[in-house]
């Protein structure tokens, strides 16, 4: 209901606004929020454990000369879904792993990995998932600038 | 028809006929199984078809099997099914025929095809058949006692013979399972019949979708052709063995023969039936089953046996 | 063709068992396989039984495309069944890539795969996505036939 709706995404402001965060609110039930690396693994357990959200999954994207990756997590009692963006440069490819805090985010920063090639540091295991063995090293098929 | 002639009338329906026959009672099996799932099933002849197809296909074993244990164990199965049932038979046409503690042998063959199958099933070379003869030790282990338990009211209702023409000719006056103590013997041997044939709810050796086959997984070709024929031949002898000892005997002659084949019907729907209707049990479950329910019924049986006989 | 074959011949069009191979597939032709194997089809009619391994099966269903890591153990499932025997790609992925075609873990449409370990495979292709079960049994009863 839009009323109980509100009063959620006001208790969201109220968490997030001690972190630097850039806020976008496209659709009602949607909120992307755009974090910086160093902040990304504390708004990460904010969402999770104090706000109270459901890991729901990862997506990663190549834009070009960036790397991103977004963390959706639901609040499934009023339907929002608030997605944490964060970005790095491909020159770097590295992004803070969030499984220390969200555990259920393992496999899917593994396959993020394989895919996309983005390296995820303080990953408890970080071994090939979902290519198969006999994949070649380094190369990463969901990247733009692949050409098989 | 002398002494010779008849042994080999027998030994040929023994292990040639009760193949034959066998196979028509698995297609009953198949078509009462399909029937109570609302569709048609297979044509009348297709276990032949299945065993002549089998016939066809080449023989593959594993690198690691140990390939005369492998290929031999079948054969052991079918000799021994063959010779319990060329028994079973000569008591069948000639009552007075067969020879002290015959009854013995054929309980003793018939361990043979759970035998053929765990040491068939251990020579594989394969993981699952090793995990598959292993569920079956623990099964025989488990219905062997109450088998032979559950024939002894009808040993002491015949008067304490061995024979199973004693056991026959004692029953003109009355079927075994007529008794109390006899009927409830009657129950537990179909309990470990169900678990001999190897069929739900004790199929855990073979457990399809759990084991890919378990003790049957590296077989292809003759070998399990023979597998299959020794699986229909028990489908034949098991129920015929029960008829024997507890149902007033296979006659073959007149109406005798009506009644026989509607008990052998009878007792083949019933396992076909109960193989439809319950679900696989856990091998501990199954252990649990016999130890702890068949055979404390199996004893109460041979009590009021006992109390029967000499009470 | 002695009478023996014959007869082995009529035994293998009269009761072919199957076993069901996933290469990688969305599970939708699964299904379609899962649903022919229920009574409502009821293909124990034509002898058909669920094989539990590969080395009782006569026709191997093969769903999917094969992907790389699926591809050796295919050829490896392959081996294992007892000639003769059938492969039949089911859907358009195994058949011929679908639209899987040009992805980066395509490791060869199913017939390619098999044809590397065995040129004189028997291939059926039964395309869909997913094909009916109407359109499985028509396609494994002209098989039959034509063996």
Redesign the interface.
Known sequence: MPEELEKVVERLKELTGSLDLRWRRPLPGRVYLDVGKERAREAARLLFEDFGARFATASGFDGGDQLEALYHFAYDSVGLVVSLRVRTPKSDGTLPSMTPVVPPAEWIEREMNDLLGITFEGHPRPERLILSDDWPEGLHPLRKDEKK | MNQLGFWILVTLLGFVGTPILGLVVKWVD?LVT?RI???????F??T?????????????ASEQASLPVFLLAPVLGYIGVGVAATLLWAVAIRPEAGFAGDLIVVIYFLVFPSLALILGASASGSPHAGLGAAREMKLVAGYELPFILSVVPAILAAGNTFNLSGLVLAQSKGPVLWGVGGFMAFLCVLAAVQAKLGVVPFDQA?A??E???GV??????PP?ALIYVMRAMLLLVLPMFVITVFWGGVQLAGWGLALTAVKFLVLVVVIVLVRNTCPRLRIDQAMKFFWLMVTPVAIVACSLALVGAYG | MSVLDKLKLWGLKKSPWVYHVNTGACNNCDIEVLELLTPRFDVERLGVLLAPSPRHADALLVTGICTRQARPRLQEIYRQTPKPCVVACIGACACTGGIFHEAWHFAGPVDEVVREVDPNAIIVYIPGCPPKPEAMISALAQTLAKL
């Open positions: 198949r399909a799932q609302w569709r048609k099933g297979p044509p002849y297709q032949f078809a299945d065993v002549l197809k089998l016939l066809g296909k080449e023989t593959m073979e399809e979708t084991l890919m086959g049957i997984v590296e077989y292809s070709g399990l």
